[in-house]
DNA sequence: CAGATTCCCTAGTGACCGCTATAGAATCGT
DNA sequence: ACGATTCTATAGCGGTCACTAGGGAATCTG
């Protein structure tokens, strides 16, 4: 009774299925996907798209999550990693210069581009609260170095933070713009030049 | 016979709309913007906006070119008229904080922003030359200071363009999460300390 | 005034959007 | 075997997209 799954087995794998609508997501953004391109990339039909996803915003927030468990983290790991805040945010903008520019996936950060300019407001806001969210975890990382003492004690982290994440935003759309994995290195060793003493 | 223009005339001022739908399509990008959210904001009627504009598309070259004269134009002058890159940069990123979150028209810069995931592979190809010609600009601009011995010998010019324009994007992004000036201000000071001595 | 010209408004075009009703195909438990 | 269950495929739903045909309205010239 409780055993086995009954009816007509699915044709196709799910993971293998939200992996490559998180990798057509990620190159064209949440809108300008449409479920007729996801349903010929997938090679299923719109009704088992349906069935296993819900709906397409659904569907996205699965891709966020599946995203932000292969690619999102590397940040809060090295956060959690690495002895001080500079270390850390040293580690995510070099990281972020090979990840950007993997040939193995599209260019960029998509919880960066995916959402710029859509007419849905809740995903586009889904998108900015884990962003600003990110930028919460710098913040708290940074200030956890000035109460240790490791920095100075006038370091406004909050501002230290927003620079992090502007040069790593910066560095997510200039890959997308057509930047090497060595341009992206370059901006990074450059942009670490300004991290205080 | 070669005298004023005959017919009825226009009902509303050309470049009056035309800024009009600088704002929208500003606040909202390219694709996202819809030809009757256009007619609405205008106050015209689709065939009103066909007969001037020509397309969409049309309207939107137009749009560029306006924005580029009123908002973009800011750092070709910077570069201009300051005696050195550093200056020009430090100018530039400094007035991006203000002319970014200037309470008067939608946040960030247009040309970043506005094509982002759009479908239309031609809006995106016109925005990104645009963005990679700014950065030239910033290139050839370093280039002149290495040579006249300003900045030192070995100053990797391409990479620094890169910098400046990665902490540009990067601010124009933030000013859309929400970022205040006084926090992009605070991001361009940052930056600017990894400038070259 | 009349006629030519140009613009505006109504109404609609075909194409694509996200999504689904329906029916047939494939697997369950018994 | 057989019914129950679950998936898949066709076909199409209403809605919005960018865009325009057609006729009336407003201004020109003469």
Same mark, same amino acid.
């Given at each position: 009774m409780v055993t086995g799954q009954r009816g007509r087995p699915r044709?196709? +794998?799910r993971d293998a299925a939200l992996d490559k609508a998180m990798l057509t997501f990620w190159e064209h953004g949440y809108e300008a996907t449409s479920i007729s391109d996801l349903t010929r990339t997938l090679g299923i039909g719109?009704?088992?798209?349906?069935? /296993?996803f819900g709906d397409k915003r659904k569907l996205f927030d699965e891709v966020v999550v599946v995203y932000g468990s292969r690619y999102g983290d590397f940040a809060a790991v090295a956060l959690r990693e690495e002895p001080t805040a500079g270390a850390a945010i040293g580690r995510i903008l070099r990281e972020a /210069?090979?990840?950007?520019? +993997?040939p193995a996936h599209p260019p960029g950060c998509m919880v960066?581009?995916?959402?710029?300019?859509?007419?849905s407001?809740?995903?586009a806001e889904a998108l900015r609260e884990r962003r600003n969210a990110?930028?919460?975890?710098?913040e708290s990382r940074i200030r956890a170095d000035v109460a240790s003492g490791v920095l100075p004690a006038?370091?406004?982290a909050r501002a230290l933070a927003r620079y992090a994440g502007a040069v790593l935003?910066?560095?997510?759309q200039q890959s997308r713009d057509g930047a090497t994995r060595e341009e992206l290195e370059a901006v990074a060793e450059r942009a670490l030049l300004a991290w205080p003493a």
């Open positions: 044709s196709f +794998d719109a009704p088992s798209l349906y069935a /296993a /210069a090979e990840i950007y520019t +993997d960066i581009s995916a959402a710029a300019n859509t007419t407001q809740e995903v990110n930028l919460a975890l710098f006038d370091t406004d935003q910066g560095m997510s």
